[in-house]
């Protein structure tokens, strides 16, 4: 069941939002090479409570930390490590935070330092998808409309679009309903309603769609080890169109 907010509720949520997205804007300007991934999640970490807000990763389906740091091949759920940035990688931040009773999430995918240009054009063409998908979000259109936008985009520059993840709705649980796909067809799936909130999260490849799970059994990567993206704000669906919370 879709849940719908009131203006109250998206007032919270914008709230949340606003503070996560200058949190993760802190925590891109210290991922520098050299650094490692653990350091980057206790970050994270000590300025959500700073800001009184809770990790909504955290012990989240047994997920052991507030920040997810997926490098390179890796697409989603990687766990901070001892690993060290290198020049030359691409590093996925995704973050969630529960703040007032509500949870807001948001990723980006950042070079560090020097990286090569198809890595330059991965990032460049995800982060377009996003805001191609948002500019879809408006009462009377549907997923579909959503998932074409992206799909279209992404496979007209030759990459591929990961089918098996997917964007999600948001409130006061991390994960609602609906689904938010990043392929379909136009004018199908569930109609856009005045008062949802959703989470679109492109994640792009530079080569196959397709991913598996890693050893450690939560980090998904891509099957043919090709670099992956990842994009992701959290939307309010308003009367007028689409405003992105996560800014």
């Known amino acids: 069941m879709v849940k719908i907010k009131s203006e109250?509720?998206?007032?919270?949520?914008?709230?949340?939002?606003?503070i996560l997205a200058g949190i993760l804007r802190e925590v891109e300007n210290k991922s520098l090479p050299g650094v490692t991934t653990e350091e980057l999640n206790r970050l994270?970490?000590?300025l959500i409570f700073k800001y009184k807000g809770k990790p909504s990763f955290k012990g989240y389906l047994g997920f052991p930390a507030a920040l997810c740091t997926s490098i390179n091949e890796e697409v989603v759920h990687a766990v901070p490590s001892k690993r060290v940035l290198k020049e030359g990688d691409i590093l996925s931040l995704d973050l969630g935070m529960e703040y007032r009773g509500f949870h807001s999430d948001m990723a980006v995918t950042i070079p560090i330092g020097k990286v090569s240009p198809e890595a330059q054009r991965l990032i460049r063409v995800t982060k377009k998808s996003l805001k191609r998908a948002i500019r879809n979000v408006k009462p009377g259109n549907t997923l579909g409309d959503i998932g074409n936008s992206i799909q279209r985009y992404v496979e007209n520059q030759q990459m591929g679009v990961i089918r098996e993840l997917c964007g999600h709705g948001i409130g006061r649980d991390l994960h609602e309903e609906p689904q938010i796909l990043n392929y379909g067809k136009r004018h199908k799936g569930l109609e856009l309603k005045k008062g949802m909130v959703i989470c679109i999260e492109p994640m792009v490849t530079l080569g196959d769609w397709h991913i598996k799970e890693s050893k450690d059994r939560i980090t998904f990567v891509t099957r043919d080890g090709s670099l992956s993206a990842h994009f992701e704000h959290t939307i309010a669906v308003l009367k007028n169109g689409p405003e992105v919370l996560t800014v």
């Open 8 to 18: 109250e509720e998206i007032q919270i949520i914008r709230e949340g939002g606003r």
């Open 44 to 46: 994270a970490e000590s």
